[in-house]
């Protein structure tokens, strides 16, 4: 069991990348699919400050889907994790949601 690659608001997410192209405004959704491989059947999550969020069984190799939106500005650290019979498999996402559009 592998997390293959992960897109983030359409894009492949790289944490290297500039980082605009990720961010969303309050209330707009951050979209994420993972395409995770290995075979059977796993339980697939987010992890955001203790709690989870859009917690699936994905059948694989499949595809963990989940859109996410916050009200308050600010950076927010979320672990993809993917667990197979206890054994985990974690990405880490930076989540920037900005006070307002960016100008320029």
């Known amino acids: 069991m592998k997390i293959k690659f992960v897109q983030l608001n359409g894009l492949v997410y790289n944490p290297n ?3 605009q192209p990720y961010r969303r405004l309050p209330g707009k959704p951050f979209s994420i699919r993972a395409s995770l491989g290995g ?3 796993a339980r697939a999550y987010l992890l955001i400050d203790g709690e989870r969020h ?3 069984t994905v059948t694989l190799p499949g595809w963990f889907e989940c859109e996410i939106a916050f ?3 600010g950076a927010r650290v979320a672990e993809l994790v993917v667990d197979q019979n206890g054994e985990l498999v974690t990405e880490s996402l930076l989540l920037d949601v900005e006070a307002h559009a960016w100008v320029g």
């Open 39 to 41: 075979e059977g059947q």
């Open 17 to 19: 990348r500039d980082p």
């Open 54 to 56: 859009c917690e699936k």
């Open 71 to 73: 009200d308050t500005p």
